[in-house]
């Protein structure tokens, strides 16, 4: 248990449906993050939130609509995705968004059909 | 941006053996690196963090050093075990980022 939660843990999707994935953190952390882990891939960065301000967006399709109601929440909005959008998405939080140490959640295994 | 280079990428040693996996990054512009550890689709597990001002850092049967002028680091994980397979991920923290290697893919024979 690593303090960061994320549901749901698998979803499987068809391109019109609109889903969301969620995150928390009980870690009292500052900054969030989600993360996209595809087959054979690293991990590619998709958006940091640092006190509930996006700090970075790392040229995700829109398609993909992150949500930061507070420092404890982030979702992740899904909508007409793609098969090729079939991966891994991983959350994490940090005490702060420069340096700090990050933690992970146990990560969301997203199927597009 | 930062290029991240993990060797091997996949290692298999028999139990008890000493394991030294390598990780090179292209920007000695970081503020810390962080080892973890990726268990098959599960999520990431932090082992070690090192701070840029830092040499090594050592937590139980695992030791990681960092040569950040170079962009180098090693983590050496002493006697393994079965449990330590797994894949190892290095990730260099630099401007907000996290940068990720490819990993590395343990399996300890017992």
């Known amino acids: 248990e690593t303090g960061v939660t994320q549901t749901p843990r698998h979803l499987v999707m068809g391109m019109t449906n609109k889903k969301s994935l969620k995150c928390e953190q009980h870690l009292g952390h500052n900054a969030m993050y989600w993360y996209k882990q595809s087959a054979k891939k690293p991990l590619e960065l998709m958006f940091v939130?640092?006190?509930?301000?996006?700090?970075e967006n790392n040229s995700v399709p829109s398609r993909f609509s992150p949500e930061c109601p507070n420092s404890s929440h982030l979702f992740l909005h899904l909508h007409t995705l793609q098969p090729e959008d079939s991966a891994l998405y991983l959350c994490?939080?940090?005490?702060?968004?420069?340096?700090?140490?990050?933690?992970f959640g146990e990560g969301s295994r997203l199927t597009v059909l | 941006k930062q290029e991240v280079t993990q060797i091997p990428a996949a290692l298999s040693v028999p139990e008890g053996e000493n394991l030294v996996l390598n990780c090179s990054f292209t920007?000695?512009?970081?503020?810390?690196l962080q080892w973890f550890r990726q268990d098959p689709g599960k999520g990431l597990t932090s082992l070690l963090l090192?701070?840029?001002?830092?040499r090594e850092q050592t937590s139980g049967r695992l030791n990681a050093s960092l040569d950040k002028s170079s962009g180098r680091s090693t983590l050496y994980i002493a006697a393994s075990q079965p449990g330590d397979s797994a894949t190892y991920l290095c990730?260099?923290?630099?401007?907000?980022?996290?940068?990720f290697g490819a990993g590395t893919t343990v399996t300890v024979r017992a």
């Open positions: 920007d000695s512009a970081i503020y810390n």
């Open positions: 990730a260099p923290l630099g401007d907000y980022k996290l940068s």
């Open positions: 090192i701070q840029s001002s830092q």
């Open positions: 939130y640092s006190l509930e301000e996006r700090v």
């Open positions: 994490a939080s940090s005490p702060r968004s420069v340096s700090g140490e990050l933690f």
